[in-house]
Structure formats: structure tokens, C-alpha cells
DNA sequence: CTTTTTTATTAACTAAAGTCAATAGATTTG
DNA sequence: CAAATCTATTGACTTTAGTTAATAAAAAAG
């Protein structure tokens, strides 16, 4: 299971054998069940994940109502804001499917970066591609209805519509519930 | 003028007068007059910009209508999309105000990161830190009104609301500027 | 300083999302 | 497998944004 986080790696860089065992020996690989709480709002946290297997969502909960903002699945990596600021988490993050991740700290981070410096090179070049890829998407949601936004999402991760429930794509989508079935339908229609 | 920029550098980590020469070296202050466009869509970038003084907007055009989706003013860095991937650029850079800028390329960024390792680190702290914000942004913006993301606009950007034209603000919130000129109108009877 | 152009407001109307409530369908659990 | 819970759909109604067009106000250009 470690070999996808081995492929991903190695589309920005080879990966020795001494780092791989490096890696391994962290011992940062786990498993977890469907709905796992990995984080909860007010909690601090400082880890950072690779999704190996599976799908997590971050939400809010704001009057009683959960409002999904994230899905990661394979090969997508995350660290929950509260990691990088040091703040209680405002939002939630679980498991949407039985996952299996990496789990990583800010030393084990430290420990690889001094052992291999290249790998916080690789991991500045990651997070200011992720940067661009969030800054994409926000434009996009803003500049996009509803009905285009649900439209772009089908056909970029079709997966998604598939393993979630609605209610969960809709706030993801910026709607509620009932207004995406609206959608839904007025697309059947056409 | 360059204080700006080693003010900010140095909220996260001292800085050396030889390091400080070796940035004023790579000669990479400029000034812009208003409405100075840096870059349009199609065209390449390899430039990050940290605005020491003024105001820069990032826009769309879709249909002949421009969409924009970010200001940067004092203190603030970018990358534009296609600096990151190689791509042609999606969107247009131009200044809503005479600007001074710090101009850097990924060959600058290299020199400085061999000489002085530790701006390595920092650049990946800060691009995290920033990803964090994006994603806040994101969220926050999922999960409000128009008219909240106005109310919000005008506290936690007060300046922007003077600066920057209605209709700019407008897109830069996601709604047409005749909502905004509504919106507007029904929070003053409040 | 007057004209032209750009930006902002207002109004009338349309379209779509929000809200509330009822119901149906699906899934989970004892 | 039957009951309970969770999820999705539908309908009636309200609210707000989009659209188009006219006008007013402000800023830029001559």
C-alpha cells in the first residue's frame, strides 16, 4: 500500500531505497473505519495526511448543520489548518469510506528534511502547486453557477457524486440539499 | 521602500545585512503606474510578486465581461497560476493603483535558497501558511451570503472598499454589480 | 470647463435558490 | 425482516440574484 505514496513522489523525483526505509521506519501508515473522526472542531492537531485508500471530508458544523468543504481521496495529501496555525480546529475532518493514510508530524517532517534536503524542497514545490490548484478552484466556484458547478464536478471527479451522500455534494457545492435535486432533475431533462 | 519586505520576512525569522544584500543585488524592486497590466491571459510568467505598496487585482475576462477574483495590497505575495505550471496564463494581472512591487523569478528564488538554505524553509512555511488562507477564504465563502461575504469584506478589508471600483467588488464576491448596488442599499436602511 | 466615458443606481421582470413541510425511498439496526 | 433512522424528492411559497434598460453620478479627456 505504501507503493502509491512512493508513485506519487516519484512524478516530482526519484525515491532511493535509503529514503524509502527512511521513510517507512516513521511508521506513519494507517488504517481507519467509514466515519472515523479524525478531527474535531476546538481540537489542535499537527498532523499532516496522505490519502492512500479511501475518502475524507472536512465540514463545518454551524447551527446544528454540517457544511462540507473538502473531499481528498488517493493520492491527494491535506493538513487540517489547525496543523499550520497552531489554532483549535474550526471544522471537522472523517472518514467518508474505510481509508488508509499516511500521518505525519511537523519533527518527522523535520527528521527527513535534515536526513534529505531535497524532500522540503519537494514539499515547498507541492504546497505552492496545491496553492495554485485551491486559488483555480475558488475563481471558478465564484465565477460558476450551481447547476455549472455540479456539471464541472461530475465530469471531473465523477467518483465523488458516487461516493457521497448529497447532502454532503451539496453544501460542497455552496446549495442545499434541495436545490441540488433540483438540478439533478433539470439536467435529466435536457 | 525594500524595509516593507524585510519587515515582513523578519516576523518570521531574523535576517543578516550580507542576507539583505544579496536580495537588494538581485534588483528586483519596481514601480508601476496605475492600470499597468503584467500579465494576460496566454502569455507566460515565471514571476512572484510581493507588493510593497498598492493595490493589484487578478481578473478573468469570459464573454467580454471581467471577473476578478483577488487584490493583493501592502505585505501580500502571489504567484500567478502559470509562474506554478507552465501553463499559458488563464487570467490578467494589472494594477488598480500606482504599485511598487518586488519582481522575482525562479532563478532568483534558486541563488538565494543555495546561498541561504534557510529561505527555502521559509518559503515553504509561508506558501503553506497561505494555502491555509486560501482554503479558509474558500470555505468561508461556500458557506455565506452575498451579503455576508459583503458585510465581511468591509471589516476584515475595510481599505478595499475605498480603493477598488464597485464593480470589481462585485465579481470579487461572486454577484453582479447591480446585487451589490442592492445589497448595499439594504444594509444602510438597517 | 465642457464633453465624453466610465461607474453606480434604480426599476420592472425572470429565473433560481432558500425555506418549510410532507412524503417516499434507502439503509441501518435491533 | 420489521422498525427506526437517515437520505432524497417534491410541492408551495418567499427571498434574492440575474437580466435588460434607462438614468444619474462621477471621473477622465479634450
Redesign the pocket.
Known amino acids: 500500500m505504501e507503493k502509491e505514496l512512493f508513485k506519487f513522489i516519484s512524478k516530482y523525483m526519484p525515491v532511493s531505497d535509503e529514503e524509502k526505509n527512511a521513510i517507512i521506519e516513521l511508521g506513519i501508515f494507517r488504517s481507519y473505519k467509514k466515519d472515523t473522526i479524525l478531527l474535531r472542531e476546538g481540537e489542535y492537531s499537527n498532523a499532516s495526511y496522505f490519502v492512500l485508500k479511501g475518502c475524507i471530508r472536512s465540514y463545518y458544523i454551524v447551527n446544528g448543520e454540517e457544511k462540507t468543504t473538502a473531499f481528498y481521496t488517493e493520492s491527494e495529501s491535506f493538513s487540517p489548518h489547525c496543523t499550520i496555525d497552531n489554532k483549535p480546529s474550526k471544522h471537522y475532518i472523517s472518514c467518508v469510506e474505510a481509508s488508509m493514510l499516511t500521518v505525519a508530524t511537523p519533527e518527522m517532517e523535520k527528521t527527513i528534511f535534515n536526513k534529505f534536503p531535497r524532500f522540503e524542497s519537494l514539499c515547498r514545490i507541492l504546497s505552492e502547486e496545491l496553492l495554485v490548484k485551491s486559488q483555480l478552484s475558488f475563481d471558478e466556484f465564484k465565477n460558476s453557477?450551481?447547476?455549472e458547478r455540479y456539471i464541472k464536478l461530475s465530469k471531473t471527479r465523477p467518483d465523488l457524486i458516487q461516493r457521497v451522500?448529497?447532502?454532503?455534494?451539496?453544501s460542497y457545492l455552496?446549495?442545499?440539499?434541495?436545490?441540488?435535486?433540483?438540478?439533478?432533475?433539470?439536467i435529466s431533462k435536457k
Open positions: 453557477s450551481p447547476e451522500p448529497q447532502y454532503q455534494l451539496a455552496g446549495i442545499k440539499p434541495e436545490s441540488l435535486s433540483r438540478i439533478r432533475k433539470r
